[in-house]
T-cell receptor, first 114, second 111 residues
Framework: DGGITQSPKYLFRKEGQNVTLSCEQNLNHDAMYWYRQDPGQGLRLIYYSQIVNDFQKGDIAEGYSVSREKKESFPLTVTSAQKNPTAFYLC?????????????FGEGSRLTVL | QKEVEQNSGPLSVPEGAIASLNCTYSDRGSQSFFWYRQYSGKSPELIMFIYSNGDKEDGRFTAQLNKASQYVSLLIRDSQPSDSATYLCAVSSGGYNKLIFGAGTRLAVHP
């Protein structure tokens, strides 16, 4: 089945450690996104990529890094510089030129810093 | 800072009633408006989108847009307990598919 796969679903990290969240899609979508969601808050855009080997910072990019070496993959690294990394992380994709602007979301990765 | 505002709720309605969810936005240049439903612990799913002033109906859902007032709403008719979720309003900002999300309104439909 086509979709977006995020892993791991749950992740615990000690302070000072980097961690990488995986996002893979087989929808042949051009654009991919990473959002962060905190309790009682909306989704905030971390990074997005509209094409392979290119990506742009979103509203809260500090302490995060991404790569887009393949169309299917858009991993997010949460670095030790991110001061409050505990959150629900959502990866999304959409076809370039799609009519509705619908974001297709993965199931999310919940990161907890101990 | 471009913003999207929603009442956090919870909005409690009896089964079979109409639920009315509201959203205001600050960017007058926004062109596209979306409503996503998010069940607890799950990812959001798109339920409605609207681009033009007026009403747009899809089954039990009606989206209403008033660009002059910078206001968008979602009506859910014949509310069911399965509609109990958080509803996120999202507004386009600055480019294709770059969305700003509100914090969401939690809806509780009780039997």
């Amino acid at each position: 089945d086509g979709g977006i796969t995020q892993s791991p679903k749950y992740l615990f990290r000690k302070e000072g450690q980097n961690v990488t969240l995986s996002c893979e899609q087989n929808l042949n979508h051009d654009a991919m996104y990473w959002y962060r969601q905190d309790p009682g808050q909306g989704l905030r855009l971390i990074y997005y990529s509209q094409i392979v080997n290119d990506f742009q910072k979103g509203d809260i990019a500090e302490g995060y890094s991404v790569s887009r070496e393949k169309k299917e993959s858009f991993p997010l690294t949460v670095t030790s510089a991110q001061k409050n990394p505990t959150a629900f992380y959502l990866c999304a994709s959409t076809p370039q030129g799609g009519a509705t602007g619908e974001l297709f979301f993965g199931e999310g990765s919940r990161l907890t810093v101990l | 800072q471009k913003e999207v505002e929603q009442n956090s709720g919870p909005l409690s309605v009896p089964e079979g009633a109409i639920a009315s969810l509201n959203c205001t936005y600050s960017d007058r240049g926004s062109q596209s408006f979306f409503w996503y439903r998010q069940y607890s612990g799950k990812s959001p799913e798109l339920i409605m989108f609207i681009y033009s002033n007026g009403d747009k109906e899809d089954g039990r859902f009606t989206a209403q847009l008033n660009k002059a007032s910078q206001y968008v709403s979602l009506l859910i008719r014949d509310s069911q307990p399965s509609d109990s979720a958080t509803y996120l309003c999202a507004v386009s900002s600055g480019g294709y598919n770059k969305l700003i999300f509100g914090a969401g309104t939690r809806l509780a439909v009780h039997p």
